[in-house]
């Protein structure tokens, strides 16, 4: 099984990205993917999940309002669309997939990506 995160790069305060998560190996039906974020020095964060079945979704409070996790069946992939993007969100964002529901913390997550780095700076 193999998850690969990608989409990252530097964006300007205000801009817009969006990421994808893509699966090999496994098909979302049944899984749940969270999307988490790690900045130098600090533990890994719940960013948001959705549940594959009934697309379902969760969100730190910090990203609510301006991110937007969504699937694409046809394509087994799951994207985050970030707006509004803020300095305080530059990190490397991984996904993460584990048997639904979607959890908030990194642990009870059996699958990862390699993680894709977004940078938020002027």
């Known amino acids: 099984v193999q998850l690969q995160a990608s989409g990252g790069g530097l964006v300007q305060p205000g801009g817009s990205l969006r990421l994808s998560c893509a699966a090999s190996?496994?098909?979302?039906?049944?899984?749940?993917v969270g999307w988490f974020r790690q900045a130098p020095g600090k533990e890994r964060e719940f960013v948001a999940g959705?549940?594959?079945?009934?697309?379902?979704?969760g969100y730190a409070d910090s990203v609510k309002g301006r991110f937007t996790v969504s699937r694409d069946n046809a394509k087994n992939t799951v994207y985050l669309q970030m707006n509004s993007l803020k300095p305080e969100d530059t990190a490397v964002y991984y996904c993460?997939?584990?048997?639904?529901?979607?959890?908030?913390?990194?642990?009870?997550?059996?699958?990862w990506g390699q993680g894709t780095l977004v940078t938020v700076s002027s």
């Open positions: 993460g997939a584990r048997n639904w529901p979607y959890k908030s913390r990194a642990f009870e997550y059996d699958y």
């Open positions: 959705i549940n594959w079945s009934n697309s379902s979704t």
């Open positions: 190996g496994l098909t979302f039906s049944g899984y749940a």
